[in-house]
């Protein structure tokens, strides 16, 4: 089923423009984000993806211009914000269980095994981090991130680091959890495919600007073999290596 849950504007970026010293990484950046929308950031490495994130995440300032999380200033992490990044970043002294509730009282992790549940890795509870295979250690991270129940989830390139088959089982576990939930997600990533595969939009960076704005109009789960998808990834590719 195609996401129908627009429920106004969460996210508002105006005019964000950030520069390091002298060079100017992010230009113009005009971009509005629903409440429950699936938003993918794409373009060359090197473009300004994991910066622009980081001034969602309100982890940084943007040098001019502003970020608006529901209608106010953004000016540091929101306690319902969440982010997820390539390497699992768990704490290795503690049990699977303990890393998904971090902050929870021994007798109140409930909520970090149903979280566990939800990501099929139940039986991982008592186990140690360095026990458990790279996209386990990812699903662990994501239980982590939406065991609170962020009404915004920020992923940078959280399936970066995995091999093929990995990757394509974690998009469709992050699928089902997005459609389930419905919180709202901001993917960077450089698979256009993985793109395709996830989002209703999907956002093209050239030049510190946003240079296409696509809507992903497939029904879910998506069919990667389908000629849809194959044009919609096809036209974004191409757009990614005109320059
Ligand atoms: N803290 C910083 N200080 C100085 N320069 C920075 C800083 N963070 C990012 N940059 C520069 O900003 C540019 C964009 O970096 P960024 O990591 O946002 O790109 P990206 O599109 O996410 O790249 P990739 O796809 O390779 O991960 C790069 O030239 C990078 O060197």
Redesign the pocket.
Known sequence: MVNTSRKGIILELSHVQKK??N?E?LKNIDLKISSGEFVAIV??????????L?QIAGLDQPTEGSVNYDSTRLKGLSPDVRIMFQDSRLLPWKRVLNNVGLNMKKDNLQSARTALQSVGLSDKETDWPKSLSGGQQQRVALARALVSKPRLLLLD?PLGALDALTRIEMQSLISSIWEDEKFTAVL?T?DVSEAVFLADRIIL?EDGAVKLDKPVNLPRPRQRGSVEFAQIENDVLSKILAK
């Open positions: 390091f010293g060079h990484v373009g060359k490495s090197g473009c300004g993806k994991s910066t622009l980081r390139e960077v450089h960076i």
